[in-house]
Antibody, heavy 121, light 111 residues
């Protein structure tokens, strides 16, 4: 059974940093692209960032480019999102989501339960 | 960036009735690469449909997707109590050079 478990969310001040993690199990992690998708309170879903299976390619939404960095540790089956220069508009539930292929370019076939990030002074 | 507009915003129906949800794109979606997700309060989204009409593993056959180009539809033939939820569409037709985007969602509520 595919499982994705996020952690690392919390309350942070504007301008601060947080690092999210997503532990994967139930599939061959190193064979699939992975993503972060967020949902602000009462709003729709927004794709944030994606990384290829080998970590050779990374992609970002314009709203986070230059501030967030996605990475993965395949031997540890873990996906990360380093979030710097946080803004109030980054407040959201952050979901880890799996792609069905090696590149982050398709639908999202499995999702974690999410971790809440709140940016406020 | 492709903008997806879902309608209606809210659909009020009774169990046993059929539901028709619309997702319209600002430009044609390549290869009909459109997906639908179901989300219940406090839960993660669940994939229902991909490639406009392919049901994901374990999805009941009362859910069906159709459409092409810019107009897509999710149909639920007979609403079960567990189907009352929020539904999102998502496009991935140009994912190599533009971001994957979602609609704003349609809520299916009990009348």
């Amino acid at each position: 059974e595919v499982q994705l478990v996020e952690s690392g969310g919390g309350l942070e001040q504007p301008g601060g940093s947080l690092r999210l993690s997503c532990e994967a199990s139930g599939f061959t992690f190193s064979s699939y692209a992975m993503n972060w998708v967020r949902q602000a309170p009462g709003k729709g879903l927004e794709w944030v960032s994606g990384i290829s299976a080998t970590a050779g390619s990374t992609f970002y939404a314009d709203s986070v480019k230059g501030r967030f960095a996605i990475s993965r540790d395949n031997p540890r089956n873990t996906l990360y999102l380093q979030m710097n220069s946080l803004r109030a508009e980054d407040t959201a539930i952050y979901y880890c989501a799996k792609d069905p292929g090696v590149l982050p370019a398709a639908h999202f076939d499995y999702w974690g339960q999410g971790t809440l990030v709140t940016v406020s002074s | 960036e492709i903008v997806l507009t879902q309608s209606p915003g809210t659909l009020s129906l009774s169990p046993g009735e059929g539901a028709t949800l619309s997702c319209r794109a600002s430009q044609s979606i390549n290869y009909n690469y459109l997906a639908w997700y179901q989300q219940k309060p406090g839960r993660a989204p669940r994939l229902l449909i991909y490639g406009a009409s392919r049901r994901a593993t374990g999805v009941p056959d009362r859910f069906s997707g159709s459409g092409s180009g810019t107009d897509f539809t999710l149909s639920i033939s007979r609403l079960e109590p567990e189907d009352f939820a929020l539904y999102h569409c998502q496009q991935y037709g140009n994912a190599h050079n533009s971001p994957r985007t979602f609609g704003q969602g349609t809520k299916v509520e009990i009348k």
